[in-house]
């Protein structure tokens, strides 16, 4: 099975890279503002937080990547 990689880039050293789904993290909260997705940019190690729309969790969900749910029921 081929593994999936994410284009991804770091808004502090604009560094641009590939990440592997177990690099990203998705957090699914009760709106569209507390829904994002996380990763850890490979060039600085600043912890990179950005919105994820729902196209977005569709890919990564799709993409095999972690999913948390931020709110209950």
């Given at each position: 099975?081929q593994s999936v990689?994410?284009?991804?880039?770091c808004?502090?050293?604009?560094?641009?890279?590939?990440l592997?789904?177990?690099?990203l993290r998705?957090?699914?909260?009760?709106?569209?503002?507390t829904?994002f997705y996380?990763?850890?940019?490979?060039d600085?190690?600043?912890?990179?937080?950005?919105p994820?729309?729902?196209?977005?969790?569709?890919?990564?969900?799709?993409?095999?990547?972690?999913?948390?749910?931020l709110?209950?029921?």
């Open positions: 099975m990689v994410f284009k991804a880039a808004p502090d050293c604009r560094g641009r890279f590939e592997a789904a177990a690099a998705l957090a699914i909260g009760r709106t569209a503002r829904t996380y990763f850890t940019c490979p600085c190690g600043s912890c990179v937080r950005k994820a729309g729902e196209r977005i969790v569709q890919l990564l969900t799709g993409g095999g990547v972690r999913t948390m749910r709110h209950v029921g």
